[in-house]
């Protein structure tokens, strides 16, 4: 395949996925939406990053790492969370959470 076709390829499937999102969000807006439906997606945004971050915090290498003391994203994951439930600041959390993390991987 030529440069321009695989350019040409590219720029379809984008337009291709743009469009089914888009169309989706569009026809979305206008279709009745019940208490329940919209009830129920409100998590959704939470479920799916409660998701990324459990995979990254319990997989780190692509096995299951539950230990405490090897763990470093668990270890500063426990903070986070700690600082969360004490302050319920979130800028804070994520501050207190990275910087766990960094130093924690410093003196590996």
Known sequence: MTESGLFAV?????A?????RAGSLLLAERLPRS???????????VA????????QVFI???QLDLSLVENHRLQASV???????RTRNMLLTIAVGMAA???LQAIK
């Open 16 to 20: 291709i996925t743009y469009g089914l």
């Open 60 to 62: 780190p290498s692509g």
């Open 35 to 45: 208490a329940w439906l919209t009830s129920f997606l409100r998590f959704v945004p």
């Open 48 to 55: 799916v990053l409660s998701a990324i971050v459990a995979l």
């Open 10 to 14: 590219v720029l379809g499937m984008g």
């Open 79 to 85: 903070l986070a969370i700690l600082v969360a439930w």
């Open 101 to 103: 993390l960094w130093i």
